[in-house]
């Protein structure tokens, strides 16, 4: 058991990537708080993870691109675990567009959330971290913020800036033992991609050296080994899960 006594925050987790980061960590025996904007879904999620791995979960409603509702996520996570040993920012949106058809309200949206999102998390839940004096975050960021996407200018412009912010947070809190390190997925099969055509999978496929999209255990393997103490001395690390298509 990996994360036996940890506690951890998962954003976005009441599906897709941020469940699959869950389960994992509930595996290696981690109690839970599962955040999301929709409330329905993590009561559900926190439920079924107690039950299927017999862990202490919690379901916490919060919209990320609200400093607020942040505060009150890791107040009342505080509360019930009295201790954040990992926070993992992983809520995120997308509003696809070309740049000159992209509206000002999607290019605001999507960068309230990926970005100002993970700031706000960040800025609130590291307070508790430098008390203690150790922590772990770990960013979601995306592969298309190291080499661009046509028609994604506001999500590749928010992941870029998730892994400079990465690098940023890691220097800042080093010397109170807080790694932070950074996910950078490749296209992977959640509702995110379900989105797309038939033939822009079959497209986006063939780019991929593994000739494959990813599964969101894929990237949660990679999350739990930043969460885990084999990776103590990793810090500002962007570790692509991307089946090669970006080397
Ligand atoms: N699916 C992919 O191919 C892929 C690739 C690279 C990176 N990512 C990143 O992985 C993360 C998870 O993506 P996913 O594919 O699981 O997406 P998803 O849409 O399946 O899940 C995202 C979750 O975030 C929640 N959410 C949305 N806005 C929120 C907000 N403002 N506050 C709190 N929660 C919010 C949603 O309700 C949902 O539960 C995202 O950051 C995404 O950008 C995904």
């Known amino acids: 058991m990996r994360l036996q006594g940890k506690s951890a925050v998962i954003t976005g987790s009441a599906q897709g990537i941020g469940m699959a980061i869950a389960e994992v960590f509930a595996s290696e025996g981690a109690q839970l708080v599962i955040s999301d904007i929709n409330m329905g879904s993590a009561q559900k999620t926190a439920e079924e993870i107690k039950v299927k791995y017999g862990v202490e979960t919690a379901a916490i ?3 990320v691109a609200k400093l607020k509702d942040c505060e009150t996520l890791i107040e009342a996570s505080l509360d019930k675990f009295s201790k954040i040993d990992i926070l993992v920012n ?8 070309l740049v000159l058809r992209m509206s000002e309200a999607e290019w605001d949206a999507v960068i309230a959330v990926n970005l100002k999102g993970v700031f706000n998390c960040i800025k609130v839940a590291s307070k508790s971290m430098l008390k203690q004096r150790q922590g772990r975050i770990i960013n979601i960021a995306s592969v298309v913020g190291q080499m661009g996407n046509a028609g994604q200018v506001n999500y590749s412009a928010s992941k870029g800036g998730v892994i400079a912010m990465t690098k940023t947070c890691a220097r800042e809190f080093a010397s109170r033992n807080i790694l932070v390190n950074a996910i950078a997925p490749g296209f992977i099969r959640t509702a995110m991609t379900d989105k797309l055509t ?3 999978k079959q497209i986006m ?11 969101v255990t894929d990237v949660a393997k990679a999350a739990l080994f930043f969460a885990s103490d084999d990776s103590s001395y990793i810090t500002g690390h962007v570790l692509a899960v991307n089946g090669g298509m970006y080397m």
């Open 198 to 200: 038939e033939d822009q």
């Open 205 to 215: 496929t063939s780019t991929i050296p593994l000739l494959r999209l990813g599964e």
């Open 90 to 97: 992983n809520a995120g949106i997308t509003k696809d567009k």
């Open 61 to 63: 409603a919060g919209n």
